[in-house]
Structure formats: structure tokens, C-alpha cells
């Protein structure tokens, strides 16, 4: 089992900057890829970035050139940087991780809000 938790949500006006964090803890050794993903109110969760071990990365189209996911092995913690936020990116954002075994991302955290005002 992989432990969670998300950090670093907020309230921030239309082109400022957040950096959430995601502290993991665990059996990292089951985990092969990281990812965030967001569920506005009212909408379905929807996929923002992921990054693979070997650190291949892949961006929602919605936030390709604003937002960048990442990781830190040492501290076995994953980020996403986003930069240029619009109201549309206002959200409860979720880090996740995917199984070795399944391919399934099964282990989530509990969420940390970012609202984007205009």
C-alpha cells in the first residue's frame, strides 16, 4: 500500500502561480508512475500530467506549456508546477499513484483544493 498526501493548494488570481506537492510513503517499490489529476464541482475527475519512473511525462492538452509535473527520487516526492492559471483550472487536485502489478492507478490522496479567481 502507497500512502499520499497531497500539499500546496490555494486561492490564487487568474496568472499567478502554484507548486503542489505529493509526499509519498509506502511500498514505493510497487509504484512505476505518478500522476495528478483534477475533479471540478460538478465535473468528472479528468487527467492533468503523469511521469513515469524513468521520468516520460505526458500533459492533458488543457495545460500542455503552463503546468509540469515532476519528481524527486530522494524525497519521494512528486510535483506539479503551474504556472498561468485560468478560473477553468479551479479544482480539487489529486496525486495518484499506478501499480507495477495492475497498470491501475489504486493508491490516491486525499485532495488539496486550488481555486483560481478571476
Known amino acids: 500500500q502507497v500512502q499520499l498526501v497531497e500539499s500546496g493548494g490555494g486561492l490564487v488570481q487568474a496568472g499567478g502561480s502554484l507548486r503542489l506537492s505529493c509526499q509519498a510513503s509506502g511500498s514505493i517499490f510497487s509504484v512505476n508512475a505518478w500522476g495528478w489529476y483534477r475533479q471540478a464541482p460538478g465535473k468528472q475527475r479528468e487527467l492533468v500530467a503523469t511521469?513515469?519512473?524513468?521520468?516520460?511525462?505526458n500533459n492533458a492538452d488543457s495545460v500542455k506549456g503552463r503546468f509540469t509535473i515532476s519528481r524527486d527520487n530522494a524525497k519521494n516526492t512528486v510535483y506539479l508546477q503551474m504556472n498561468s492559471l485560468k478560473p477553468e483550472d479551479t479544482a480539487v487536485y489529486y496525486c495518484?499513484?499506478?501499480?507495477?502489478?495492475?497498470?491501475?492507478?489504486?493508491?490516491w490522496g486525499q485532495g488539496t483544493q486550488v481555486t483560481v479567481s478571476s
Open positions: 511521469i513515469t519512473n524513468d521520468n516520460s511525462t
Open positions: 495518484a499513484a499506478r501499480s507495477r502489478a495492475t497498470g491501475a492507478y489504486s493508491n
